[in-house]
């Protein structure tokens, strides 16, 4: 898993989001290895993190949201604070996760965790964002976990 996240973030086109991105890793780390997967209820389960926090959760799918006038910057600072939130604030992360995402992007997560399962794996959405003053680095994927994962451990 942590292959794949870290190769991830170096494909990246842009090198300066990079180093950004690798400062979630940590807290990402810390909260897959404490997360009791077997009492994960939901069909979508996701591990998002900043460079200050992270939280796993588990949903029955995406929130259906219609049009929305938000700002992608306002978005995004309530999805980071919602992570970094001691408080229960899962609603508030899948929320923005998916207005972040978009149709486009819930689509391909979708069709990703389709495969995934029929390859006999488990999905989890990983998000990680960094947002500074006037920009925001936002990464997500989904990759495969094993379905009998009693307890996360990452190598």
Same mark, same amino acid.
Request: hydrophobic residues 50%; contains cysteine; charged residues 20%.
């Given at each position: 898993?942590?292959?794949?996240?870290?190769?991830?973030?170096?494909?990246?086109?842009?090198?300066?989001?990079?180093? #950004?991105?690798? &400062?979630?890793?940590?807290?990402?780390? /810390?909260?897959?290895?404490?997360?009791?997967?077997?009492?994960?209820?939901?069909?979508?389960?996701?591990?998002?993190?900043?460079? &200050? @926090?992270?939280?796993?959760?588990?949903? %029955?799918?995406?929130? %259906?949201?219609?049009?929305?006038?938000?700002?992608?910057?306002?978005?995004?600072?309530?999805?980071?604070? @919602?992570?970094?939130?001691?408080?229960? %604030?899962?609603?508030?992360?899948?929320? !923005?996760?998916?207005?972040?995402?978009?149709?486009? =992007?819930?689509? @391909? /997560?979708? /069709?990703?965790?389709?495969?995934?399962? %029929?390859? =006999?794996?488990?999905?989890? *959405?990983?998000?990680?964002?960094? #947002?500074?003053? &006037?920009?925001?680095?936002?990464?997500?994927?989904?990759?495969?976990?094993?379905?009998? @994962?009693? !307890? *996360?451990?990452?190598?």
């Amino acid at each position: 898993m942590l292959d794949a996240v870290t190769a991830l973030i170096e494909s990246v086109d842009d090198i300066t989001v990079r180093p #950004r991105l690798r &400062k979630c890793l940590p807290f990402l780390w /810390q909260a897959i290895a404490t997360w009791d997967a077997s009492a994960a209820s939901g069909k979508l389960v996701i591990a998002a993190a900043t460079p &200050k @926090a992270a939280v796993v959760l588990a949903a %029955e799918g995406w929130p %259906e949201i219609g049009a929305t006038t938000l700002k992608t910057s306002d978005v995004a600072l309530a999805l980071s604070a @919602a992570i970094e939130s001691k408080g229960d %604030e899962g609603d508030t992360v899948l929320t !923005g996760l998916t207005v972040m995402l978009g149709k486009v =992007g819930i689509a @391909a /997560q979708a /069709q990703d965790a389709a495969q995934i399962i %029929e390859d =006999g794996m488990r999905p989890l *959405v990983v998000a990680l964002l960094e #947002r500074q003053p &006037k920009s925001v680095a936002l990464l997500v994927t989904t990759i495969a976990i094993p379905l009998d @994962a009693d !307890g *996360v451990t990452v190598h």
